[in-house]
């Protein structure tokens, strides 16, 4: 499963704009017209991504944002990213203080939108320990060792896929960009290099579909093991 996202805006067309372009790129994607209906969404489902807009009637976007990161609240952990009209420094820094893990002003690209939840997930969502095993389907795959065994036989893997699938492996279901996957490997090799090794890695994990190592349109590929 890809992240769940909430997005808050008092914006219908925005906010139906953002939740189909978030659906676009896999993201799982509920929406709420103000900081009320934010509540009853997150009191009903867990959330891991919070797309709040500022300027909202009655309770402002602000205010909802103080309310999750105080004390007593069970949602201070979510990571929230600010959308307001407002360029000034004063805002931003503001929206920081409050308690925002980041800050973008309208209008935006949408792309930039993606990049800053991928920032932002990979920053605040702690990775696997080591020491778990992974089951993906018939084979699991030992983090701590980046061994791949099927029916207790090892499968052979290089170098680089052990590399490749030890860190999509401790950040589960998490999209990782072709050019943040390649820097993290740490060698300078092309997009054009990670597609060839995610190909090879679905044919020894026989997962031809992408059921396990998925392509995320537009932005790279995560790794969803099974439940």
């Known amino acids: 499963m890809m992240p769940m996202v909430l997005v808050v805006d008092d914006d219908m067309r925005l906010r139906d704009l953002l939740g189909k372009f978030l659906s676009d790129y896999s993201y799982r994607v509920q929406t709420a017209a103000n900081a009320a209906q934010a509540r009853a969404q997150l009191a009903s489902q867990h959330f891991d991504m919070i797309i709040l807009d500022i300027m909202m009637p009655k309770e402002s976007g602000l205010e909802l944002l103080a309310s999750l990161r105080s004390a007593q609240s069970s949602y201070k952990q979510i990571p929230v990213i600010l959308l307001t009209a407002q360029d000034g420094l004063e805002e931003k820094i503001h929206g920081l ?131």
Not at 142 to 161: G, Y
Not at 193 to 209: A, G, M, Y
């Open 97 to 227: 203080m409050s308690g925002a893990d980041d800050y973008l002003t309208k209008p935006f690209e949408p792309k930039e939108l993606i990049a800053r939840i991928e920032t932002v997930l990979r920053r605040t969502i702690a990775p696997r320990p080591v020491g778990i095993d992974l089951c993906l389907g018939d084979f699991i795959f030992k983090v701590e060792k980046a061994t791949l065994f099927k029916n207790d036989k090892e499968i052979h893997l290089t170098s680089t896929e052990q590399m490749m699938l030890r860190i999509l492996s401790q950040h589960p279901y998490q999209p990782f960009s072709r050019t943040n996957l390649a820097h993290r490997i740490g060698f300078v090799i092309s997009d054009r290099s990670i597609d060839v090794q995610i190909n090879r890695l679905r044919r020894k994990l026989e997962d031809e579909t992408g059921k396990y190592l998925k392509t995320i349109r537009h932005v790279g590929y995560a790794l969803c093991p099974d439940s």
